[in-house]
């Protein structure tokens, strides 16, 4: 597995107040780790450039990029994406006070994050290699809207960029986030070059919406629900479900997994709390889905997704350990 990051893709959400645990130092803590782990830098930083708006509209619509170019709306929109007002108008894990940077600034990093994890899959796809990037993986944006703190999918727009530039023929999308990849679903529904697995709570958010039905409702080509009571079958259930994904999409030629951490006992977000997977877990979960793959000869493009406080950056540097290549 190479590592690679981007400088630019990272933001302290404490400059626009939100109060999210979503901890811009992640990846410099899994470097550093790995650093002391090697005794020497093993990740490198992707030369990457700024996909265009026609690049994001490959995936989202012609709107809704707009929009996060205007600066009449970019302000609209990013409080929804981060979900920063209530219904009745207050402030919710948002201080104004403390926002010291324009939301257009905000935007500009997840557009940066969208576009490292393109150059990223682009050497991972002609260069047939295994990468990780120490950031990505938006799984909630949709085609005509973000959510769930992202704004652009990241994973859906590489994809079809390779497609439209490269000639990649089918992907898959593993998902292990413990929120439903909702936004990858509904972005691929149509696509049956694009095949998508995730693992997540079967109750919470985002199935505890208050407008369900709704587009986070459309299915995945494989759905694995793990509700309270299934913690030790998790593991049991990916395998089976990444077989289910093999029986019905064969031969992708290139597969994304977005590794999310939050499936973390010890993850800080309220609601991640719904599955507590221990830290050895979670290495067995990265391992069964890397070694899966290894053994079907597919390169994978690997990127982080979720994971908030403290802790989550060890559940990446403890997997990043045992495969990177020295």
């Given at each position: ?151 652009l999918n990241d994973q859906v727009i590489a ?43 079967q109750n919470g958010w985002p199935f505890d ?118």
């Open positions: 597995m190479n590592v690679y990051s981007c400088v630019d893709s990272e933001a302290d959400l404490t400059d626009w107040g939100i109060e999210i645990p979503l901890l811009y130092n992640r990846p410099k803590k899994i470097i550093q780790h790995l650093k002391s782990k090697f005794g020497k830098e093993v990740v490198k930083e992707i030369e990457w450039e700024l996909l265009s708006k026609r690049d994001l509209k490959l995936v989202h619509t012609d709107d809704y990029i707009n929009s996060l170019f205007d600066q009449a709306t970019i302000d609209d929109v990013i409080m929804n994406i981060y979900e920063l007002k209530k219904d009745d108008g207050s402030f919710y894990r948002f201080n104004p006070k403390k926002k010291i940077k324009e939301f257009s600034d905000l935007f500009y990093h997840q557009h940066a994050e969208t576009s490292g994890v393109y150059y990223c899959a682009k050497d991972s796809f002609l260069n047939n290699k295994n990468n990780f990037f120490l950031s990505g993986g938006m799984h909630h944006a949709m085609t005509d809207r973000g959510r769930g703190f992202c704004s994809i079809k960029k390779l497609q439209f530039e490269y000639g990649l023929k089918s992907a898959w999308v593993i998902d292990l986030d413990v929120h439903k990849g909702d936004g990858t679903a509904e972005c691929t529904k149509s696509d049956k070059t694009i095949s998508t697995l995730s693992i997540h709570m919406e208050t407008w369900k039905p709704g587009p986070w409702d459309i299915s995945s080509t494989v759905d694995i629900a793990i509700n309270e009571t299934e913690q030790e079958s998790y593991l049991e259930k990916l395998k089976d479900g990444l077989n289910e994904l093999q029986k019905r999409a064969p031969d992708p030629s290139l597969v994304f997994v977005a590794d999310g951490s939050d499936p973390y006992e010890k993850d800080e977000l309220d609601s991640s709390r719904l599955i507590k997977l221990t830290k050895q877990q979670m290495l067995e979960r990265d391992l069964l889905v890397y070694n899966f793959l290894k053994e079907l000869n597919v390169p994978q493009q690997w990127v982080m997704a979720g994971g908030y406080g403290e802790f989550s950056w060890e559940i990446y540097a403890q997997f990043l350990e045992r495969v990177i290549e020295i």
